[in-house]
């Protein structure tokens, strides 16, 4: 459906709106974490409070240019849908995971973490295999519930609030590379000045997270438009940051240069999201048309 130039420079002016508080809001947090440390404990909420800016930015921007809300995309939609948003990250984070140990590029299993996860969870009496097995499985079903709180307040702005909105003025393929731009420079502040990477040059670490970040848009813009829900985004954000960030990162131990192949700023990753997103933009003739 093609918009005529008052709709389309209306649509600009509301995106251009939203950026700029999610940035403003950001800002806050970017102090904070960069000051105070990224991913220590105690200051974890200042990395949370992070991901609600842009689903704040996407509220604010819809109450100040008097949209319902309903149009962010909160219908559940069809369940395959969701179903395949949390099974994709397992999928190519698993396969890249088991290439990197079996090639050697980095270890299975660091013993410290299964030990310190088994006397944890009270486990210290099963093998360490097992307790992998049933960690893996716990972790993947019930941190769900924990990472997907997150990964709304940024799913709100960006999936809900972003992608249909550019899908309507510039179609897939730009949306997808747009907001994968967007996404990624957001994130910049956090891997120059913080503790937001794992120890590979600056250079490397962002052009494997830009990489990762624009191609997985390609899934999420696909998966946002043809279910026109916005769980789709939070499922597979969810999905993508519990099983790298606890389990399969945390699980694997350093041969000498494994940085540089795994976890969000190696090349592991930014290989399978260019693998799998090239898969979704053939896919591209078949989404519906955005609502």
Not at 260 to 279: K, T
Request: a positive charge; one cysteine or more.
């Amino acid at each position: 459906m093609k918009m005529d130039n008052q709709s389309k420079n209306q649509t600009i002016k509301t995106i251009f709106t939203f950026l700029s508080i999610t940035f403003l809001l950001s800002t806050v947090f970017y102090y904070l974490i960069i000051a105070f440390g990224a991913n220590s404990g105690e200051f974890r909420p200042y990395s949370q409070g992070l991901m609600w800016c842009p689903g704040i930015a996407a509220l604010l921007t819809m109450k100040i240019y008097k949209r319902n809300i309903s149009e962010l995309g909160w219908n559940w939609g069809n369940t395959r849908f969701q179903l395949m948003s949390y099974g994709i990250p397992l999928a190519y984070s698993l396969i890249t995971y088991l290439i990197i140990w079996m090639t050697g590029l980095g270890g299975f299993y660091k013993v410290e973490f299964v030990n310190s996860m088994a006397n944890s969870l009270g486990w210290s009496d099963l093998s360490p295999y097992l307790s992998i097995l049933f960690y893996f499985i716990l972790i993947g079903i019930v941190g769900m519930i924990d990472f997907s709180a997150y990964a709304l307040g940024e799913e709100i702005g960006w999936r809900g609030f972003l992608v249909p909105k550019l899908y309507k003025i510039s179609g897939y393929t730009k949306t997808s590379f747009i907001t994968g731009i967007i996404w990624s420079v957001w994130h910049y502040p956090l891997i120059i000045f913080s503790n937001y990477n794992n120890a590979t040059p600056i250079w490397y670490s962002l052009t494997c997270f830009t990489v990762m970040i624009i191609s997985s848009c390609f899934i999420y813009t696909w998966l946002r438009i043809q279910s026109n829900s916005l769980w789709t985004g939070v499922f597979l954000h969810a999905s993508h940051n519990l099983f790298i960030q606890r389990i399969f990162t945390p699980l694997t131990t350093d041969t000498g240069n494994t940085a540089f192949f795994m976890d969000e700023f190696g090349a592991g990753l930014a290989l399978a999201s260019i693998v799998v997103g090239f898969m979704f933009w053939r896919k591209r003739h078949s989404l519906i048309e955005a609502k």
